[in-house]
């Protein structure tokens, strides 16, 4: 998996149902479910071995329309651009390869449906609990399914458990986390469910998860690896998260060495 979507995943442990976040100001909706009252994320940069951005544009109602994403590596730049277009219950997401169907119930994200011939993905299905929060997510390929599986406990994500069964191989990765009662104005942006779900970048409530829990460390063993991910924050003058430093430190239990590597994500909102 890539180091992003690892860290994407890990992140969706800080998101506690719409109902059950933290913030000053009561968060309003409109008829979309877009929340209209608090600053739009306009930019994310990703700082590691590379730079990659993504850049953000609405319409007046405060809609997701263009993602512009840009991958920077070895003196190169690789870029493209996804829009969207809302509909009734509908979301499209079209770019140069695929068209992405949202299909939405109550406001809430129930399937993704894609077409990209260049990817082994297809689809998704999201399952909630009566308490509209997310508990499952099942992604389907060409040669198998992995299903993404929420532990929660008095309100917030304790545990992710990410299975992946294939023609020939399984796999499973457990994932704990840790709080120490840190929160943000807004909510906290890292999270995709899928590969390029970058929609809930800056509309995590189409799945019930606009959050504002910040985590101090994640943790994962398996038979092979121990890691741990500590996180720190910094904030604008509002108290929205300006940027986030993941120090990830992996342990070989075969060897016990250990490496250990840094990725900042920076945050603009207006």
Same mark, same amino acid.
């Given at each position: 998996m890539k180091t992003f979507r690892l860290i994407g995943m890990a992140l969706l442990a800080?998101?506690?149902?719409?109902?059950?976040?933290? =913030?000053? =100001?009561?968060?309003s909706k409109n008829d979309d479910g877009v929340i209209t009252n608090q600053k739009q994320l306009m930019q994310i940069k990703m700082v590691d071995s590379e730079t990659i951005t993504w850049d953000f544009t609405y319409d007046s109602k405060g809609r997701l329309i263009s993602i512009n994403h840009a991958e920077k590596y070895n003196g190169r730049t690789e870029r493209d651009i996804t829009n969207y277009i809302w509909g009734n219950n509908t979301i499209i997401a079209e770019d140069d390869n695929s068209t992405r169907t949202y299909t939405? =119930? !109550?406001?809430?994200?129930?399937?993704?449906?894609?077409?990209?011939?260049?990817? =082994?993905?297809?689809?998704?299905?999201?399952?909630?609990?009566?308490?509209?929060?997310?508990?499952?997510?099942?992604?389907?390929?060409?040669?198998g399914t992995s299903v993404?599986?929420?532990?929660?406990? !008095?309100?917030?994500?304790?545990?992710?458990?990410?299975?992946?069964?294939?023609?020939?191989?399984?796999?499973?990765?457990?994932?704990?986390?840790?709080?120490?009662?840190?929160?943000?104005?807004?909510?906290f942006p890292l999270y995709s469910p899928s590969d390029n779900d970058d929609i809930f970048y800056v509309h995590p409530e189409l799945i019930g998860l606009r959050c504002s829990q910040l985590p101090d460390q994640v943790y994962s063993k398996d038979d092979y690896d121990e890691e741990t991910s500590k996180y720190s924050y910094t904030f604008d003058k509002d108290g929205y998260v300006e940027s986030c430093t993941v120090v990830n430190t992996e342990k070989n239990l075969s060897d016990n060495t250990i490496d250990t590597y840094t990725t900042v994500f920076t945050f603009t909102w207006e």
């Open positions: 800080v998101c506690v149902s719409f109902a059950s976040c933290s =913030d000053d =100001d009561e968060p939405l =119930d !109550n406001n809430l994200v129930k399937s993704i449906n894609d077409t990209d011939d260049y990817s =082994d993905w297809s689809n998704a299905i999201f399952t909630y609990n009566s308490s509209n929060q997310l508990i499952a997510v099942q992604n389907t390929y060409t040669d993404d599986a929420y532990t929660w406990n !008095n309100g917030r994500i304790t545990k992710l458990t990410y299975t992946e069964n294939g023609s020939y191989y399984s796999e499973e990765d457990v994932y704990e986390y840790t709080y120490s009662g840190k929160t943000c104005k807004g909510y």
